[in-house]
């Protein structure tokens, strides 16, 4: 089974761009995950006839949003968190609610969940990183680990951090900053220390590579870039993963897609 992910920055304009027909026909994903879509269901012209679509879309007009496009037709579909999530203090913020931003969406197959998440990002001036410390990565924690209980799990997409230094080209000169601040990198660390793995890195030890890259300044064509885009799996799935890749080659957006490939083997 073959899963791609993809924050698209707008599925609209990569439609405009051919850049998803053309990753989809290059890549042949039985399942793709997008993430921010800023788009609701038919506001974009769709026509990929063997994939059925999954829509979470934010609340707000051409904000945040997240998608699933399938071959294979899910069990269930979950739209957001678990009440046992939604219910925790603090979700409401000067920035909005992120209940509200179509940032979750689960897929139930027969042996895995999958979620598609776009995670808040901290802001330039740090103004939503006690929210994503405190509330949204509390939350998807909670959230991985209920969905763990009942069977294996596999999240995907932009969490808006990089891990560890290896995973961005200037380390330095962005510790502290939106992306890089403890907490973030913390919150990172907490989703490995309860049983899931950065699939990408657990596959690719040493490898300096990055899923996105600022429209400023050149940074693709430099490759100034960040890893903050992610396959985190339940342990119990390592043995049956085939590839982990990042696929910095396709254009369209200023992140490139992820590619996770696991075998048939249960």
Not at 61 to 75: D, E, H, N, R, W
Not at 97 to 102: C, F, P, Q, S
Not at 139 to 150: F, G, R
Not at 166 to 175: H, S, W, Y
Request: aromatic share 12%.
């Amino acid at each position: 089974m073959r899963l791609c992910s993809w924050n698209v920055n707008g599925l609209r304009a990569v439609l405009k761009k051919g850049a998803l027909q053309s990753f989809i026909e290059d890549y042949q994903p039985d399942v793709i995950c997008l993430q921010e879509t800023k788009a609701k269901q038919g506001q974009a012209e769709v026509d990929f006839e063997e994939y059925e679509e999954i829509w979470n879309s934010a609340e707000r007009a051409g904000y945040s949003g997240t998608a699933i496009f399938t071959k294979v037709k899910p069990l269930s579909v979950r739209y957001g968190f678990l009440d046992e999530q939604t219910e925790l203090p603090g979700w409401e913020d000067d920035y909005g609610d992120a209940r509200r931003e179509g940032r979750v969406l689960t897929a139930e197959f027969d042996d895995f969940y999958l979620v598609n998440v776009y995670v808040p990002n901290e802001k330039d001036d740090l103004g939503r990183l006690k929210y994503r410390e405190l509330v949204w990565d509390k939350a998807l924690l909670s959230y991985m680990k209920t969905l763990d209980n009942e069977k294996p799990v596999i999240v995907c997409g932009d969490f808006n951090v990089a891990h560890e230094e290896i995973d961005l080209a200037r380390p330095k000169q962005n510790e502290g900053h939106a992306g890089f601040t403890k907490e973030g990198r913390q919150g990172m660390s907490n989703y490995l220390a309860n049983g899931f793995l950065d699939i990408w890195r657990e596959k690719h030890p040493d490898e300096q590579r990055y899923t996105w890259w600022s429209y400023r300044g050149g940074a693709r064509q430099r490759n100034v870039g960040w890893r903050i885009d992610y396959y985190l799996v339940s342990k119990r799935l390592l043995r049956r993963v085939v590839r982990a890749e990042i696929c910095d080659e396709v254009m369209g957006s200023d992140h490139c897609p992820m590619m996770l490939e696991l075998s048939d083997e249960r």
